[in-house]
């Protein structure tokens, strides 16, 4: 079992910055992979950022390249997103998630994570 709990969020201007944490407990925090995903009001959950057990490899969507940034520190059982330049599209309830199954790949399917978060709000103002 994997408990996951994200932190960080709330309201920030468009152009600033916010890092968001998800704090990991349970099963030993660099033996799995991690994403995160955010869903908008009134749309489906997407694939923002994943990386691999040891930071190694990480993927992206397109929207966030260059803005946003995944990295763990394994020591601290955490897994952050740093927000850089947000856009008022970029407002979601953000998740992160638990792949437990391959812990060296860094993968967009949600099908692919095991545990979840409650999510953690983040808003973007123009």
């Known amino acids: 079992q994997v408990q996951l709990v994200e932190s960080g969020g709330g309201l920030v201007q468009a152009g600033g910055s916010l890092r968001l944490s998800c704090a990991a407990s349970g099963r030993t925090f660099s033996s799995y992979a991690m994403g995160w995903f955010r869903q908008a009001p009134g749309k489906e959950r997407e694939f923002v950022a994943s990386?691999?057990?040891?930071?190694?490899?990480?993927l992206y969507t397109d929207s966030v390249k260059g803005r946003f940034s995944i990295f763990r520190d394994n020591a601290k059982n955490t897994v952050y997103l740093q927000m850089n330049s947000p856009k008022p599209e970029d407002t979601a309830v953000y998740y992160c998630?638990?792949?437990?199954?391959?812990?060296?790949?860094?993968?967009?399917?949600?099908?692919?994570?095991?545990?979840w978060g409650q999510g953690t709000q983040v808003t973007v103002s123009s």
């Open positions: 998630a638990a792949d437990v199954t391959f812990r060296n790949r860094a993968v967009r399917a949600e099908n692919a994570y095991d545990y």
């Open positions: 990386i691999n057990w040891s930071g190694s490899n990480t």
